[in-house]
């Protein structure tokens, strides 16, 4: 088993509002991710699931407990400049990470900021473009491109600065399901090629059963962790959570409860073909 790269122990946190009011968003949460997983976070709005995220880079801090980063304490600011080395962030929302005219110079933008030397920057550039891609739109204008392209160059971004883990909060939800499937396979080779550690926010079912690894927060907990073929099993427990389960576990749970002796740690629609057809009548 790896080490793990991201710690929560006991994290609790509370924003604190107008009237000083400072509801529990994250109640007591320990987890560990380990070094070079595909971890997919789900749960319903207001679960804390996203807050959870903005702790993995220093964001946010705790209210209480602590987050560890690769072993550095998020608390303290004098790592606060290496946590985020470590831990880059993409949010829903990629023109809001977009802030060059050209692609290119959109992905060397943080970099530059470190104060990286020239010519490592060119490399880092070409790297990350060519990880998500991107590299026949090196010159373009990022605002001509479909949003699952914009995503993608703000995933290359992120890379140019060489983080070992990569926290995406929910990174298709503007997207069409053609923008969706880019982003997703993307960071799919990212954690399978690359090695790098994965931590994605997500409400589709379909993109959170190619992870390894799936935790499910209620009401600021945890209350599932597991791989995907055995957490989604639980079907009836995820919809009183608001949540459902891929197609094809919707449908062998159906097939189920007709009677019919089927598994429910089916993910793919390949495969729940394949179930189905070994019940039918020959």
Do not use: W
Request: proline share 6%; with cysteine; charged share 20%.
């Amino acid at each position: 088993m790896a080490d793990p790269i991201l710690q929560a122990q006991d994290l609790t946190f509370r924003y604190t509002t107008a009237e000083g009011v400072a509801p529990t968003v994250l109640d007591q949460v320990n987890l560990d991710i380990e070094t070079g997983s595909f971890v997919a976070i789900l749960g319903h709005n207001g679960s804390g699931k996203s807050t959870f995220a903005k702790h993995l880079n220093a964001i946010l801090l705790p209210s209480g407990g602590k987050v560890y980063v690769d072993g550095m304490d998020t608390a303290d600011d004098n790592l606060l400049l290496d946590i985020r080395r470590r831990v880059g962030m993409v949010f829903q929302n990629p023109d809001n990470q977009i802030v060059a005219s050209v692609v290119e110079e959109d992905v060397a933008f943080a970099p530059e900021n470190l104060g990286v030397p020239s010519a490592e920057i060119r490399r880092r550039v070409d790297e990350a473009l060519r990880a998500v891609g991107m590299t026949e739109y090196a010159h373009h204008a990022p605002h001509l491109l479909s949003g699952g392209q914009k995503q993608r160059v703000a995933i290359a971004g992120v890379l140019a600065m060489r983080p070992k883990c990569i926290v995406l909060d929910e990174p298709t939800a503007m997207l069409d399901p053609v923008g969706r499937r880019e982003v997703l396979d993307t960071i799919c080779t990212l954690n399978r090629e690359l090695g790098m550690t994965v931590v994605l926010i997500t409400h589709h079912m379909d993109e959170a059963a190619r992870a390894q690894r799936l935790v499910v927060m209620d009401n600021g907990h945890v209350v599932m962790d597991g791989p995907p073929g055995q957490v989604f099993q639980h079907v009836v427990e995820l919809r009183r959570l608001g949540l459902e389960v891929p197609d094809s576990v919707a449908l062998l749970y159906e097939l189920r409860r007709a009677g019919l002796d089927v598994p429910l740690d089916v993910l793919t629609p390949e495969d729940c073909a394949r179930v189905v057809a070994q019940i039918l009548p020959q």
